[in-house]
């Protein structure tokens, strides 16, 4: 069974551009919409809207509100969530397909503290 986001939630995730470096993602939800459990290898994001969401993983979840223009960094995970606000999410991800020197993949599940953009 396949984690892709744009298999397990192709209503809220496109394909915008791939190749054999990376794939990037589009993803768009409006308030009260979730998603199904995925997995994101090691990301960068960045934000189109500002936006709230619930994001689970694992036995945690998190609450994370983000400004448009956001950049972050997102270390491989599995997740699902909700859009909690009062509106629409639309994100850009950009996917790394090389393993970072300490990452053999995606992993199992995320620690909560790794459910938002790493910023700093």
């Known amino acids: 069974m396949t984690l892709d986001p744009v298999v397990t939630n192709p209503r809220h995730y496109s394909v ?56 972050g960094w997102l270390p491989a995970q599995e997740h699902h969530g909700e859009n909690i606000g009062d509106t629409p999410t639309h994100v850009i991800f950009v996917e790394l397909k090389e393993p970072g020197p300490t990452a053999a993949g995606a992993r199992a599940a995320a620690s909560p503290g790794d459910l938002g953009p790493q910023t700093s």
Not at 30 to 48: A, I
């Open 16 to 71: 915008v551009f791939e190749n054999d470096r990376v794939r990037v993602l589009e993803y768009q939800d409006v308030p009260g919409e979730r998603t199904t459990p995925h997995q994101h290898p090691d990301s960068v994001m960045y934000t189109l809207s500002t936006f709230r969401r619930r994001l689970v993983s694992g036995g945690g979840d998190r609450e994370v509100q983000l400004d448009a223009g956001t950049v």
